[in-house]
């Protein structure tokens, strides 16, 4: 197991459409033990492949409290089939440092999707856990949360982002 470096905005692999999963050998159950370790390391709730630089249909997540015994969900080749009602929230993500902020989202969710053995699940999610998974898929169609806020405080981001790299360069 290894910490894998987490990319981020706006690294042009956080953009590309992810491959399905086709293959669940130990390649696979090798990059799920990194994806754990580098999420628990960041720490976040959600990480998906793409954000470590591996285009695949690949999620993980833990939606429990501090308190809670973890639980790894392995979420491969998720496809959210049904959405109702909406909910807004405050969302942050690994890839893009220092910006949360509010996105709407479903408020329920049904998900079919494959566990890190290749058995297929169906299931519906609501709150909290139906967020941490629509922000993740976003992830496997190049999509970040920032691509739902109004196009002006995107474009305050993408400035602030550009400045800072800048500075990290001259440094
Ligand atoms: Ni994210």
């Not at 042009?12 to 696979?28: H, I, M, N, S």
């Not at 440092?97 to 566990?115: N, P, W």
Request: glycine fraction near 6%; aromatic fraction near 6%; charged fraction near 30%.
């Amino acid at each position: 197991m290894a910490i894998r470096e987490i990319l981020k905005y706006p690294n042009p692999t956080l953009r590309k459409k992810a491959t399905q999963v086709t293959d669940f050998g130990d390649t696979l159950q090798e990059l799920v033990a990194d994806m754990a370790e580098t999420m628990y390391d960041a720490p976040g709730v959600g990480l998906a492949a793409p954000q470590i630089g591996v285009s695949l249909q690949l999620l993980i997540m833990d939606v429990t409290d501090k308190e809670e015994e973890p639980e790894l969900i392995i979420l491969a080749n998720p496809e959210i089939s049904e959405g109702e009602g909406s909910d807004i929230d405050e969302e942050g993500c690994l890839s893009v440092v220092e910006l949360t902020a509010k996105v709407k989202r479903f408020a329920k969710i049904r998900v079919k999707a494959q566990d890190g053995e290749g058995t297929p699940l169906d299931f519906i999610a609501e709150d909290w856990f139906a967020r941490v998974i629509q922000h993740e898929v976003d992830h496997l169609n190049g999509t970040l949360f920032i691509d739902h806020l109004s196009s002006l405080k995107r474009a305050m981001y993408k400035k602030k982002r550009k400045k800072q790299l800048a500075q990290e360069q001259a440094s």
